[in-house]
T-cell receptor
């Protein structure tokens, strides 16, 4: 069965600092992986997705993620945090006809 | 505008009173799904539908029903709500889960069962 693990339910960074949100997946087949962002009182919005075309995936708002098969990881990064990046972030994997989400990481950006 | 809509956005009800949360998408997506979001648990899939008249259980289907009579609509039915179904619910749709297509999410329905 597929699953994702997000390490760190809360991450705080200073404005302008590197953002690193961790996601490890478990999948018996080459996975399709996704990162979503959820702003307060809103639905989830796609940040980026891995579809096996390239291991380094660029998304919206300056975010990117690198697929590392050997580490079964798909960590999300952004070189310089902005106040507007404060939100909840979810990693997800498609398994068969279902999608499996991690428990989420709440990002706080300190001015 | 391409979107997934849910109604109502907020609902407070009492134990045992049947309710329906509607979901509609205007993107001609085959795949639709319902999730519940609970603190510390992330999103868990309740039911999904591959196409009209095709539905299947997700990871937490107990206490819920769905139907897919039209491609655009996928209502979530709670026949006898209980307090443990208090949660934030999201409807989502996708072109086809057999590929890398991502899901598009509705704005959420916050349900409180007293």
């Amino acid at each position: 069965a597929q699953s994702v693990t997000q390490l760190g339910s809360h991450v705080s960074v200073s404005e302008g600092a590197l953002v690193l949100l961790r996601c490890n997946y478990s999948s018996s087949v080459p996975p399709y992986l996704f990162w979503y962002v959820q702003y307060p009182n809103q639905g989830l919005q796609l940040l980026l997705k891995y579809t096996s075309a390239a291991t380094l995936v660029k998304g919206i708002n300056g975010f990117e993620a690198e697929f590392k098969k050997s580490e079964t990881s798909f960590h999300l990064t952004k070189p310089s945090a902005h106040m507007s990046d404060a939100a909840e972030y979810f990693c997800a994997v498609r398994g068969g006809n279902q999608f499996y989400f991690g428990t989420g990481t709440s990002l706080t950006v300190i001015p | 505008e391409a979107q997934v809509t849910q109604n109502p956005r907020y609902l407070i009800t009492v134990t045992g009173k049947k309710l329906t949360v509607t979901c509609s998408q205007n993107m001609n997506h085959e795949y639709m799904s319902w999730y519940r979001q609970d603190p510390g648990l992330g999103l868990r899939q309740i039911y999904y539908s591959m196409n009209v008249e095709v539905t299947d259980k997700g990871d937490v289907p107990e206490g819920y029903k769905v139907s897919r009579k039209e491609k655009r609509n996928f209502p979530l039915i709670l026949e006898s709500p209980s307090p443990n179904q208090t949660s934030l619910y999201f409807c989502a749709s996708s072109l086809n889960p057999g590929t890398a297509y991502e899901q598009y999410f509705g704005p959420g329905t916050r349900l409180t069962v007293t």
